[in-house]
């Protein structure tokens, strides 16, 4: 059985409750036997996969390989999977660098078949590196699985540094920002940009974006949101604003009930 993370409350009191206790619910989860089949599988043959067919022929490795990007549900999409890790990531038309969403860049980098003679599946430590990512991201589901905001906030930090890593201008990483739907419904929602947002210009979309990330953090430069105290605020803000929309700002005494009611699942949990 797949263990279920707890979250005992919405928007920041429960981010706030998932933070303290976020090392102790990951060992739990990576732990349980799902999620233990999963990797024990990749760890033993992934070192047999040679070319992005391969990789593409082992449905349960597969699995694994875009878990660990955000990818699952691109799982069926074999011609587009195939094209984005033949291509590579060294030459400039390569198809993930011609899409927005650098998490695909940052995937096919990883496994190397297009830009390398020799795949980095053969590398001693790729199976840690890959079960790693595949951990943390299959936990954000489970957690978003109960509560979509925390998922988000959990994806803040992994995202903002692939988006770093993958694009080298500030003009870049935001357009990176936009493209990649879980980043940008966090800055949109801690910025306070309006659901007709989307329909503006694009050019007109990134001036909003820096102008209102100056304007509420201090910075428009994407690669200071590594920072944890600004990574912080912009997700309290997200999560305020978050409650705000859907009508939990005005109603007090519901975070601390809920609280008060997940009382025995807190004091079970400390004694992981």
């Known amino acids: 059985m797949t263990f279920q993370p707890v979250i005992p409350a919405s928007g920041y009191a429960g981010w706030r409750f998932l933070q303290r206790t976020l090392d102790t619910q990951r060992t739990a989860y990576e732990q349980s036997a799902p999620v233990q089949r999963a990797t024990d599988y990749f760890r033993e043959n992934i070192g047999k996969v040679r070319t992005a067919d391969d990789l593409l022929g082992d449905r349960r490795l597969l699995e694994v390989a875009l878990g660990a990007f955000g990818l699952d549900a691109d799982i069926n999409s074999r011609a587009f999977i195939r094209k984005v890790l033949q291509d590579g990531t060294l030459q400039e038309d390569a198809l993930s660098n011609r899409l927005a969403d650098k998490r695909y860049a940052a995937f096919s980098e990883a496994f190397g078949f297009g830009d390398f003679s020799v795949p980095r599946t053969v590398l001693s430590t790729f199976p840690d590196e890959i079960i790693d990512r595949y951990e943390a991201r299959s936990f954000e589901a489970a957690v978003g699985a109960q509560d979509d905001q925390m998922r988000l906030a959990l994806n803040v930090a992994p995202g903002l540094t692939d988006v770093v890593d993958q694009a080298s201008t500030e003009r870049g990483q935001w357009f990176s920002i936009m493209g990649n739907q879980p980043l940008r419904q966090v800055f949109e929602t801690a910025l306070g940009l309006p659901s007709s947002f ?31 105290d600004k990574q912080e605020k912009l997700i309290r803000l997200f999560m305020i604003r978050s409650d705000a929309q859907n009508g939990f700002g005005a109603n007090g005494g519901t975070v601390a009930l809920t609280i008060l009611r997940a009382a025995p699942t807190m004091r079970q949990l400390r004694g992981f």
């Open 198 to 228: 989307g329909s503006l210009d694009i050019d007109k979309q990134l001036e909003q974006f820096q102008d209102r990330a100056k304007a509420v953090f201090g910075t428009d430069n994407p690669a200071e949101f590594l920072a944890s």
